[in-house]
C-alpha cells in the first residue's frame, strides 16, 4: 500500500483557536438559521397561492385547478404548505445535529470542521429560494442563493478530499477546481434573474454534461485513493461514500 507523506495527523487546537473556531460555528450557525426561517416563511405563503409565471414548469406549485379540487376534497392549501416546509425543518434540523456533533467531537480536525460548516450551510440553503422572496425582498434571495452556492462548492470540494483533506492524486486539484467553479457558476445563473439571459439558456444545456463530468471524476477519485492510498478505516468511510453517490443516482 502507498501511502502520501503529506497526509498528516490533526493537531490539537490551541485554547484562542478553540475559541475562535467557536465563535465562528455560532455565528455561522446564527446566520443560516436566520436566512432559513426567512426563506421557508416565504416558501410557507409561496405555496399556499396558484402557480402564476415561471414556476408554472415546477410541479412543487400548485395550479389554481389544483388548489380547487384540494379545497373540494376538504384539505386546505395551508396543510400542503406545512407538509412541504415541514419537511424541510426536519431535514435541516437533522444536519444541524449532525454537524453540531462532528464539530464538537473533532474541533482539531480540519476536514471534520469543513464537513460541519458545509452540512450545516447546504442543509440550510438546499430548499430553493421562494419567487416571491425576489418580488418582496431581492437582497435575502440573493443571499440565500449565494449560501446554497457556497453549500454546493463545499459539497463539490468534500467529494474530492474525502477520507484526509487532500487532493489525491496531486494533480487533480487542477482539474476539480475548474470543475467546481463551473458548478458554481450553474448555480448563480439558476436563478429567477439570470436564468432567462442567454448565458442562463446555455448553462442550462450544459449542465448535464458538467453532473457526469463531476459524477465520472468525484467516483474516480474515490476508487484512486481505495486502491492506493487509504488504510483499512479510509476505505470503510469511502465505501459509505460511494454508496451514497451511486443511490443518489438511482
Same mark, same amino acid.
Given at each position: 500500500?502507498?501511502?502520501?507523506?503529506?497526509?498528516?495527523?490533526?493537531?490539537?487546537? +490551541?485554547?484562542?483557536?478553540?475559541?475562535?473556531?467557536?465563535?465562528?460555528?455560532?455565528? +455561522?450557525?446564527?446566520?443560516?438559521?436566520?436566512?432559513?426561517?426567512?426563506?421557508?416563511?416565504?416558501?410557507?405563503?409561496?405555496?399556499?397561492? &396558484?402557480?402564476? *409565471?415561471?414556476?408554472?414548469?415546477? /410541479?412543487?406549485?400548485? +395550479?389554481?385547478?389544483?388548489?380547487?379540487?384540494?379545497?373540494?376534497?376538504?384539505?386546505? /392549501?395551508?396543510?400542503?404548505?406545512?407538509?412541504?416546509?415541514?419537511?424541510?425543518?426536519?431535514?435541516?434540523?437533522?444536519?444541524?445535529?449532525?454537524?453540531?456533533?462532528?464539530?464538537?467531537?473533532?474541533?482539531?480536525?480540519?476536514?471534520?470542521?469543513?464537513?460541519? %460548516?458545509?452540512?450545516?450551510?447546504?442543509? *440550510?440553503?438546499? &430548499?430553493?429560494? /421562494?419567487?416571491?422572496?425576489?418580488?418582496?425582498?431581492?437582497?435575502?434571495?440573493?443571499?440565500?442563493?449565494?449560501? *446554497? +452556492?457556497?453549500?454546493?462548492?463545499?459539497?463539490?470540494?468534500?467529494?474530492?478530499?474525502?477520507?484526509?483533506?487532500? %487532493?489525491?492524486?496531486?494533480?487533480?486539484?487542477?482539474?476539480?477546481?475548474?470543475?467546481?467553479?463551473? *458548478?458554481?457558476?450553474?448555480?448563480?445563473?439558476?436563478?429567477?434573474?439570470?436564468?432567462?439571459?442567454?448565458?442562463?439558456?446555455?448553462?442550462?444545456?450544459?449542465?448535464?454534461?458538467?453532473?457526469?463530468?463531476?459524477?465520472?471524476?468525484?467516483?474516480?477519485?474515490?476508487?484512486?485513493?481505495?486502491?492506493?492510498?487509504?488504510?483499512?478505516?479510509?476505505?470503510?468511510?469511502?465505501r459509505w461514500v460511494l454508496f451514497g453517490i451511486i443511490a443518489g443516482l438511482s
Open positions: 500500500m502507498i501511502r502520501d507523506a503529506r497526509f498528516k495527523p490533526a493537531t490539537r487546537l +490551541t485554547d484562542q483557536r478553540w475559541i475562535f473556531w467557536r465563535v465562528g460555528w455560532l455565528a +455561522t450557525n446564527a446566520l443560516i438559521v436566520t436566512l432559513f426561517i426567512i426563506g421557508q416563511w416565504f416558501l410557507y405563503r409561496e405555496l399556499q397561492l &396558484p402557480c402564476r *409565471g415561471i414556476c408554472q414548469d415546477d /410541479p412543487f406549485y400548485l +395550479t389554481a385547478g389544483e388548489i380547487a379540487d384540494m379545497r373540494a376534497s376538504g384539505y386546505a /392549501p395551508k396543510l400542503y404548505a406545512g407538509y412541504q416546509v415541514g419537511l424541510y425543518v426536519f431535514f435541516f434540523l437533522v444536519h444541524v445535529i449532525i454537524a453540531t456533533l462532528i464539530f464538537r467531537a473533532r474541533p482539531e480536525d480540519r476536514l471534520a470542521r469543513f464537513v460541519a %460548516f458545509a452540512l450545516l450551510i447546504w442543509s *440550510g440553503m438546499f &430548499p430553493s429560494v /421562494p419567487y416571491m422572496l425576489w418580488a418582496e425582498a431581492p437582497a435575502i434571495a440573493w443571499l440565500l442563493t449565494i449560501g *446554497g +452556492t457556497v453549500g454546493g462548492l463545499c459539497f463539490y470540494l468534500f467529494l474530492f478530499i474525502f477520507p484526509n483533506g487532500q %487532493f489525491a492524486p496531486h494533480w487533480m486539484r487542477w482539474f476539480a477546481l475548474p470543475l467546481t467553479l463551473w *458548478g458554481v457558476i450553474g448555480s448563480l445563473f439558476s436563478s429567477p434573474v439570470l436564468s432567462t439571459t442567454s448565458l442562463g439558456v446555455i448553462e442550462e444545456r450544459l449542465w448535464p454534461v458538467f453532473l457526469q463530468l463531476f459524477v465520472l471524476t468525484a467516483i474516480g477519485t474515490q476508487i484512486y485513493r481505495y486502491r492506493r492510498l487509504s488504510n483499512a478505516v479510509e476505505r470503510q468511510q469511502s
